[in-house]
Antibody
Framework: QVQLQESGPGLVKPSGTLSLTCAVS?????????WIWVRQSPGKGLEWIGE???????NYNPSLKSRVTMSVDKSMNHFSLRLSSVTAADTAVYYC???????????WGQGTLVTVSP | QSALTQPASVSGSPGQSITISCTGT?????????VSWYQQHPGKAPKLMIYEGSKRPSGVSNRFSGSKSANTASLTISGLQAEDEADYSCCSYAGSSTWVFGGGTKLTVL
């Protein structure tokens, strides 16, 4: 059973950089899956941020592309998200998850709330 | 890339059937058979309920079914139960290696 766990600061200052890591257990990050980040602003719907393959190949949401960087550390079996120049609009619960080729997001982390505030 | 359109809320009584729509465009829902549906209870992570438009993962009740017509995908829940009360979101491949979610629908079981 694959498990994912997000970690990182819960508070980020405006104009700063949000950094989160997702630890993968119960499976290898080098499997044929994409590792994704999804966020959910308070009272809003889910938003696909982007994804990374174990090779380092990435795909990003066009609306966030200029501010997003994802990376993978195969030795640690984890992957990371960096979102720069954050504003209050980036306040959300951030989920890491696993996506199959068929688009099924079958394993999710519990989510972590990141608040952007002075 | 715009979010898929879902009704903000739907409701039904126990035992009834309800349908949640998910409307996209010919660039996403209409072009690919890669629509999935997720159930999310308050404070919890989403759970996969339907994938590839109409397939159910192992362990998901057959009361849940999915379909698609043109640019609109639908999730139908039959024999509504109190435990079905949750938020439901659709997700579709949107081309160019990107994915898009719907705005989510709150299901209330009366």
């Amino acid at each position: 059973q694959v498990q994912l766990q997000e970690s990182g600061p819960g508070l980020v200052k405006p104009s700063g950089t949000l950094s989160l890591t997702c630890a993968v257990s119960g499976g290898s990050i080098s499997s044929t899956s994409w590792w994704i980040w999804v966020r959910q602003s308070p009272g809003k719907g889910l938003e696909w941020i982007g994804e990374i393959y174990h090779s380092g190949s990435t795909n990003y949401n066009p609306s966030l592309k200029s501010r997003v960087t994802m990376s993978v550390d195969k030795s640690m079996n984890h992957f990371s998200l960096r979102l720069s120049s954050v504003t209050a609009a980036d306040t959300a619960v951030y989920y890491c998850a696993r996506r199959s080729a068929a688009g099924t997001i079958d394993y999710w982390g519990q989510g972590t709330l990141v608040t952007v505030s002075p | 890339q715009s979010a898929l359109t879902q009704p903000a809320s739907v409701s039904g009584s126990p035992g009834q059937s309800i349908t949640i729509s998910c409307t996209g465009t010919s660039s996403d829902v209409g072009s690919y058979n890669l629509v999935s549906w997720y159930q999310q209870h308050p404070g919890k992570a989403p759970k996969l309920m339907i994938y590839e438009g109409s397939k159910r993962p192992s362990g998901v009740s057959n009361r849940f079914s999915g379909s698609k017509s043109a640019n609109t995908a639908s999730l139908t829940i039959s024999g509504l139960q109190a435990e079905d009360e949750a938020d439901y979101s659709c997700c579709s491949y949107a081309g160019s290696s990107t994915w898009v979610f719907g705005g989510g629908t709150k299901l209330t079981v009366l």
